[in-house]
């Protein structure tokens, strides 16, 4: 059981808009704690793909943006790519259990 | 370029000890607190431990608490996992990646553990 509730899965059609919930509590997301997200491509090391809740590293397309509200956040992805097929993970830092925590994680399929 | 490679994964029985490293290039090592994060068989990505940039602060999950010890030698650009009484349940892909505000924005490419008799 994550700390950090996602949907298991996801889908959508090549070009159209996806998005991903990450669901806290009052002691990470709730917190003063921001939200980030990784992607993981099959069979490869997890890479950063939002961080501070809402910021892209130069290298990722602004077809992806993340959003913070209360004990929650979320990922959109605009203009669906094959090559978005992934998991995705949410993940915060706890004060409860100080320590760092993630979502159970999301996979996109591109249909 | 920067770059995180893991090492020292392997086939353990259960009970025994492992210690992974992790060697930093292309970025000032000394400056960064570093994370082991991992991810069991077909399940997904799970905090282990946190080290600060000197080593004055370290975090561990409960889950390895008390069993597992990190460490760095900054001089080596080098983080060390030292893993004792493993478990099955410990079996996983081990990553190191840099600690930035909370977030991990460097990730290696992760070295396997595999706890069985």
């Known amino acids: 059981q994550s700390v950090l509730t996602q949907p298991p899965s996801v889908s959508g059609a090549p070009g159209q808009r996806v998005t991903i919930s990450c669901t806290g509590s009052?002691?990470?997301?709730?917190?003063?704690?921001?939200v980030h997200w990784y992607q993981q491509l099959p069979g490869t090391a997890p890479k950063l793909l939002i961080y501070?809740?809402?910021n892209r590293p130069s290298r990722v397309p602004d077809r992806f943006s993340g959003s913070k509200s209360g004990t929650s956040a979320s990922l959109a992805i605009s203009g669906l790519q094959a090559e978005d097929e992934a998991d995705y993970y949410c993940?915060?830092?706890?004060?409860?259990?100080?320590?760092?925590?993630f979502g159970g994680g999301t996979r996109l399929t591109v249909l | 370029e920067v770059q995180l490679v893991e090492s020292g994964g392997g086939l353990v029985q259960p009970g025994g000890s492992l210690r992974l490293s992790c060697a930093a290039s292309?970025?000032?090592?000394?400056?960064?607190?570093m994370n082991w994060v991992r991810q069991a068989p077909g399940k997904g990505l799970e905090w282990v431990s946190y080290i600060t940039s000197t080593s004055g602060s370290l975090y561990y999950a409960d889950s390895v608490k008390g069993r597992f010890t990190i460490s760095r030698d900054n001089a080596k650009n080098s983080l060390y996992l030292q893993m004792n009484s493993l478990r099955a349940e410990d079996t996983a892909v081990y990553y190191c990646?840099?600690?930035?505000?909370?977030?991990?924005?460097?990730w290696g490419k992760g070295t396997t553990v595999t706890v069985s008799s």
């Open positions: 501070g809740n809402s």
């Open positions: 990646a840099t600690v930035y505000s909370y977030y991990m924005d460097v």
């Open positions: 292309g970025f000032i090592f000394s400056t960064y607190s």
């Open positions: 993940q915060s830092y706890d004060s409860s259990l100080s320590g760092w925590v």
């Open positions: 009052s002691s990470n997301i709730g917190a003063r704690y921001d």
